[in-house]
Every structure is written in C-alpha cells, then in structure tokens.
C-alpha cells in the first residue's frame, strides 16, 4: 500500500494574529518585506450560525503557500465567535498554483459569430439515421432508388452510388458503363452477322441475344476489366425491360454478384469466346 505524505505546517494562533491572518493579510500589490500576503479566499460552506471560509496566504519566513479554513459568524449575534474554533494551533497545509480549464454553459445565441463551432462527435445511430433521410429525400421527389447484389445504390438509369475498392469509399458514379452510348455495342448475333474488316458489328438494329442461365460472360474495360461472370437469373422487371443477373468469384468476398437491365449489361461484358 502506497502512503501519501502531506506536507503541512502547524501554526500557532498568535503568530497568526501577528501576520494578520485571517482578516488583516495584505494584498499582492501592497505587500512590503515581512508581510503576509492573502493569494487566494473563498467561502466554502454555510451552517446554521457560521460561514466557513478557504483562506491561501504566503507565509513571510518561508515564503511558502498554506491553506487554512475559519469560520465567521453570520449575525450579530455571531460576531465574537472564535474564527479558529478555540484552538491554539492551526494547521495549514501547503499548497501552489495551477491552471485549470473551466467548463461553464453559454445560449448557442451568445456564442461569437468568429468562434468556430465546437465538436460533437456523432454517434452510429446517426450516420445510419442521415443514410435514411437521404434515401427518404430521394423517395419525396419520386426518385427510384434500387439496390443492387453487389451492394450498389442505383436508380438503374442514370446514377449510382458505387464502392470504388482501392479508395475505399463510396463514390457517385454513371449508371451506364464508361464507354456511352457512342461506342460499338458488343455482338451478340452469331457468326451470321456481318462484320467489318477492323470487327465491328454491322447488324444496325439486330437485338442483342438474351442471355441464359449458366452463360458466361466477360468484363470490357476497367475497372476489372476481364473478370468472368456467370449469368444466374434473367428475367422481366415490374417497368417491362429485362434484367440479368450475375456472379463472380471473389476471394474476399463471401459473394459477389450485381443485376442490371439487359442493354447495360451487354455494353459491360461481351460473351466469353
């Protein structure tokens, strides 16, 4: 067990009353060479007859801080009452000064217009609660908003919220892949169609080939650009186009997979060879 040692010095009541503690102490500014000198006093509590007081003082031969408590009557009927409680001698502990910050409370209506607002850190409950307002936003202004397999927030047409993997953050991206719909869309007619000689597809308006399940397909551009997918659900969305839905291996990942409308996906992946 640890013993802490106060360090403290008794005092006797004369050579207190000879300094002129408690009442008679000089302040910092007046004191001369052998006086007393008050730091610090507070009262520190009230009972039925006597306030009790906290009285700082350096003493003169030591040039040390003590602390002492006295009381003080609180009527006149009071006022010969003995402020150190009849004793003879007194103990005052030593003590020094320190800095503390204080707290106190303000209306946010006071706070300074050039004082930057404070901190408060949010908790869990509120990211999920602004992710929820977001959507319900959304949702009042009679935007669609889908979730993808892959976990991609999407409206299936223009935009989507994507994870992008090496940032590792979520990002707002174009709904439809990089290469627009000015670029050669993928064929899907078979050998019977018609190519040019640098292998793009001539068929103008020929539909695309729907895929089935347990077809294969490949990635065209970055990022990712050749992983294989394999198509493991076709079917008619509730806005008449069709949609696929596919997977793919990923080793970090327990599932990956996505769907999105037919005419998105073959200017994504072109049919493995």
């Known amino acids: 067990m ?19 503690v408690p009442h008679d102490l000089a302040a910092p500014a007046d004191a001369t060479e052998g006086d007393a000198v008050a730091l610090h006093h507070e009262q520190v509590a009230t009972r039925r007859w006597v306030s009790v007081h906290e009285l700082v003082f350096r003493a003169p031969d030591d040039g040390k801080a003590y602390r002492v408590t006295y009381e003080q009557g609180l009527t006149e009927q009071q006022d010969g009452i003995d402020e150190w409680d009849n004793r003879d001698h007194v103990v005052g502990e030593e003590v020094e000064e320190y800095d503390r910050t ?29 992710i929820a307002d977001a959507l319900n936003a959304a949702e009042s202004v009679g935007m669609s908003v889908g979730i993808d397999l892959d976990g991609t927030l999407t ?12 940032a590792k953050r979520w990002d707002v991206a174009g709904y439809e892949d990089d290469e627009g719909d000015d670029q050669a869309q993928p064929c899907t007619g078979g050998a019977a169609i018609d190519h040019d000689e640098t292998g793009v597809c001539n068929h103008g308006t020929e539909e695309p080939r729907t895929p089935s399940e347990g077809d294969r397909y490949v990635k065209r551009a970055e990022p990712d650009a050749g992983r294989i997918v394999t198509v493991n659900r076709v079917w008619e969305a509730k806005d008449g186009h069709t949609a696929v839905a596919y997977e793919w291996d990923e080793p970090r990942a327990s599932y990956s997979g996505s769907a999105c409308p037919l005419d998105v996906f073959h200017r994504t992946y072109q049919a493995q060879q």
């Open 2 to 20: 640890t013993t802490q040692t106060i360090a403290a010095r008794v005092f006797h009541r004369d050579q207190l009353d000879a300094w002129g």
């Open 102 to 130: 204080v707290k106190a409370w303000r209306r946010v209506a006071d706070r300074p217009a050039d004082e930057e607002q404070p901190f408060v850190p949010r908790t869990e409950l509120s990211y999920w609660q602004s």
């Open 155 to 166: 409206d299936h047409n223009t935009w989507s919220v994507v994870w992008d993997r090496a």
